[in-house]
């Protein structure tokens, strides 16, 4: 049986949905604006309520915000928004859900200012950019921003099948938004400095995979 490769470009834990059964809120500019901001969790489970566990997509965004930074990602959900949100004060017209994820897509040069801005801090991993820092260094919420990841998960994917990706160059834009999953600073360096084996681990993973249905040639 091929095992599920596990995802961690950009380093991601699971965020628990809410029940259908909790109260719904209004699904505004604004709370999108909070969620984005870092400043409600709730704001981002009424929206993951909303688009995913009750589909009821408000009449201001639009399914789908289409950009080759996105191509050989997965599991990512991408809206246009015709009445814009905000990221702390900076205009937003679209918007991704990427597990515990919400974020924008800014050119790099915005997404650099913002990151200078804010003072978030490059993270100690080798194969992806990624930058955070933390509202509650106990807790989360961390306001981050990375790199897109269908180019890592290309080369995760080449090597192996034995083949060499050549590293691919700097990314012209970046996603820049708020990471809601319920863990410590602390946690997330841990995390973030064994990237690099855990990529490894996943790439031989589906190594051993394809050889055990594969037959030699």
Known sequence: MIRRMPFVLP?????????????????????????????????????????????????????GAPDKAT?????????????????????????????????????????????????????????TEQYYRFVDPKSGPMLGAFAPTGNATAALLA??????????PPADSLFVGCNYAPVSEAEFLAVARRASGMAADASRAVADDVGAIVPPQ
């Open 71 to 127: 191509e050989g990602m997965l599991g990512i959900e991408g809206y246009t928004l015709t009445t814009p949100a905000s990221l702390m004060g900076q205009r937003v017209d679209r918007v991704y859900f990427l597990n515990n994820w919400i974020v924008t897509l800014w050119p790099r040069k915005v997404a650099e200012a913002f990151i200078a801005a804010h003072a978030l801090k490059r993270a100690p991993m080798a194969i």
């Open 11 to 63: 380093l991601v834990l699971a965020l628990a949905l809410p029940s259908l059964a909790e109260a719904q809120a209004a699904l505004t500019p604004e709370l999108l604006g909070d969620a984005l901001s870092c400043r409600s969790r709730d704001a981002l489970e009424a929206f993951a309520n909303g688009l995913f566990l009750d589909p009821k997509i408000p009449a201001w965004m639009k399914e």
């Open 159 to 168: 090597k192996a099948f034995g083949a060499k990706a050549p590293p691919p």
